[in-house]
């Protein structure tokens, strides 16, 4: 008879698990205001499963990306140098299930940037100057940036390199005059446009994605993929990023210059 309630309760359990879906991302920005930008593709994603979604994070990249690798994630979102390095950690924890589009006029690219005004306005000219990186596991804040440095032959030549965790701290720290130069992406740049400069820009990357744990029913994801590759909502999509204009198909190959960059970058270190 225990045998049996335990069982009805195992399964009971399995019922109530199945009907809800957790949603990772990491938080490039304060952890609230992230699950505030993300909420209506999160209320999308409720609305076309029929499962209740639940937003969580890490408490850095590093944690962040160990629980997408270890399936405490069911679906997220996730940057691409931290796909990268989760596939790295666990091949078989997450696939892609479709990856954002931009307007082509907003590409996804890191730029390297100084104070307005500055000397500092190109590669050659940052010898000697104070780097800010974002995070040591961000694609656009560190990994492309300093495979750039690489490249340029001036990454021996920099004063000093810090990592400050997010790209808007970067930019705000390098106004204040608190580092010369650093790395952000674009839209950041942008953003602080009146105060900062551009030294250099990278090629185009592949943007974020919405990813899918292995272990996540094939129903549930071929519904949300349906869904995000015809989601035409534009304050959805302009909530993830204000330059977001869809979903496309994206495979794991498409990320290969990445990782030619990201062991480029882990060969010098």
Known sequence: MKLIILLLILSLSHALASDKLVFGAISTIDPYVMKKKLSPIINYLEMVTG??????????????????????????????APYVITKQINPESI??????????????????????????????????????FGSPQSTLSYFVPMNMLIKADVVNKVKSYD????????????????????????????KYSKYIQVVASSQELPDFMIVANNSVQRETVEKIKHALLNLK?????????????????????????????IENVKKYK
């Open 163 to 190: 990592f400050l965790g997010r790209h808007d701290k970067v930019a705000q720290y390098i106004i204040m005059g608190k580092y010369d130069v650093g790395a952000v992406k674009k839209s950041v740049a942008e």
């Open 51 to 80: 499962k209740k979604v639940e937003f969580q994070t890490g408490y850095d990249y590093t944690d962040t990306i160990k629980k997408f690798a270890d399936g405490t994630f069911d679906i997220g979102y996730i940057g691409p």
């Open 233 to 261: 909502d534009a304050q959805i999509l302009k909530s993830l990023k204000a330059s977001a204009v869809g979903f496309e198909e994206r495979k794991d190959s498409d990320y290969d210059d990445l990782r030619l960059i």
């Open 95 to 132: 696939h892609i299930v479709a990856g954002l589009v931009n307007d082509k006029n907003k590409p996804f690219q890191s730029v390297i940037i100084s104070k307005k005004g500055s000397d500092s306005t190109k590669l050659d000219d940052i010898k000697n100057r104070r780097f800010a």
